[in-house]
């Protein structure tokens, strides 16, 4: 069956250092993949779309890599802020009907 | 520019009882979606629109009923709420399906007792 997984476990980082979340899938030959960033009480904001094609896409801070003999997507926060902290999705174009199939997310939390 | 706006906010309801949550969008988007958000289970489909008029099942439709009679709006229906459905509502929109970014409301609190 389909799966895709990202660390269900707390992510602490300290102020400053690089951030870097996994999202592994199974079962899926995605076209696309995207990043969101979830804050408490709020819904998912979009960061970053990357595309099969494409192996690495950066926007300021924030850097993915899609590896699709691996099945898995890096994506990285340099210089991370406390401002940082939220939960993280990844979201798959899965090739069927339904669009998007996200992950449970990651929550990073960034110590200052 | 609002987005997607999400009505009501919160809402408590008894089992059984009926309501519809709104959501509506003002960036002309042809696709919508309703999804339910529950610890340690993520985001969940439950219903989409490739357009106005149209409507599927997404991954959990079950106890649900949606419309799209306006381009704009997409309503979520829970005919006979029951416990179980005591989530977080999440709508969304976009202008393509899986290719472009989703759109999300901040969400409607529903809990049902």
């Known amino acids: 069956s389909q799966k895709i997984e990202q660390n269900s476990e707390a992510l602490n980082i300290q102020e400053g250092k690089t951030a870097t979340l996994t999202c592994n899938y199974t079962?899926?030959?995605?076209?696309?993949l995207q990043w969101y960033r979830q804050d408490p009480g709020r819904g998912p904001v979009f960061l970053l779309l990357?595309?099969?094609?494409?192996k690495e896409k950066r926007k300021e801070r924030l850097k993915v890599t899609f590896d699709t003999t691996l099945k898995q997507s890096l994506f990285h926060i340099t210089a991370s802020q406390p401002a940082d902290s939220a939960t993280y999705l990844c979201a798959l174009e899965g090739g069927g009907a339904d669009g998007l199939t996200f992950g449970k997310g990651t929550h990073l939390i960034i110590q200052p | 520019n609002a987005g997607v706006t999400q009505t009501p906010k919160f809402r408590v309801l008894k089992t059984g009882q009926s309501m519809t949550l709104l959501c509506a969008q003002d960036m002309n988007h042809e696709y919508m979606y309703w999804y339910r958000q529950d610890p340690g289970m993520g985001l969940r489909l439950i219903h989409y629109?490739?357009?106005?008029?149209?409507?599927a099942k997404g991954e959990v439709p079950d106890g649900y009923n949606v419309s799209r009679l306006k381009k704009q709006n997409f309503l979520l229906g829970l005919e006979s709420a029951a416990p179980s459905q005591t989530s977080v509502y999440f709508c969304?929109?976009?202008?393509?399906?899986?290719?472009?970014?989703?759109?999300f409301g901040d969400g409607t609190r529903l809990s049902i007792l």
């Open positions: 629109s490739v357009g106005e008029g149209t409507t």
């Open positions: 969304a929109s976009s202008l393509g399906h899986g290719n472009q970014p989703q759109h």
């Open positions: 079962n899926y030959s995605p076209a696309y």
């Open positions: 990357i595309r099969e094609n494409e």
